[in-house]
C-alpha cells in the first residue's frame, strides 16, 4: 500500500508541517515530491496511512497549505 505523501507550494509550508508533525507526535519522514504531484516545492512529508486524515485535520487548523498525494 502506498504511504500518504503531503505536498506543499512553498518550503516555508514544508518546514511548518514538519514542525507540527514533530509537535503532535506523527511519525513521518521528508522525502521528495513527486513529480507527478505538480508541487511547487520538492520537499514532501509521508506519514502512515492511518496517520493522514489527522495530520491533514492539523495542518489545515494550523493554517499550513498541503496537499494530500497519494500516488
Same mark, same amino acid.
Given at each position: 500500500?502506498?504511504? *500518504?505523501?503531503?505536498?506543499?507550494?512553498?518550503?516555508?509550508?514544508?518546514?511548518?508541517?514538519?514542525? %507540527? !508533525?514533530? &509537535?503532535?507526535?506523527? *511519525?513521518?519522514e521528508?522525502?521528495?515530491?513527486?513529480?507527478?504531484?505538480?508541487?511547487?516545492?520538492? %520537499? !514532501?512529508? &509521508?506519514?502512515?496511512?492511518?496517520?493522514?486524515?489527522g495530520?491533514?485535520?492539523?495542518?489545515g487548523?494550523?493554517?499550513?497549505?498541503?496537499?494530500?498525494?497519494?500516488?
Open positions: 500500500m502506498n504511504r *500518504p505523501i503531503f505536498t506543499f507550494d512553498t518550503t516555508h509550508h514544508a518546514l511548518w508541517a514538519e514542525e %507540527i !508533525a514533530k &509537535e503532535f507526535e506523527i *511519525p513521518h521528508i522525502v521528495p515530491a513527486p513529480p507527478e504531484s505538480n508541487a511547487r516545492c520538492d %520537499i !514532501a512529508i &509521508e506519514t502512515l496511512p492511518d496517520d493522514a486524515d495530520f491533514s485535520r492539523i495542518l487548523e494550523q493554517g499550513v497549505e498541503h496537499r494530500l498525494f497519494a500516488g
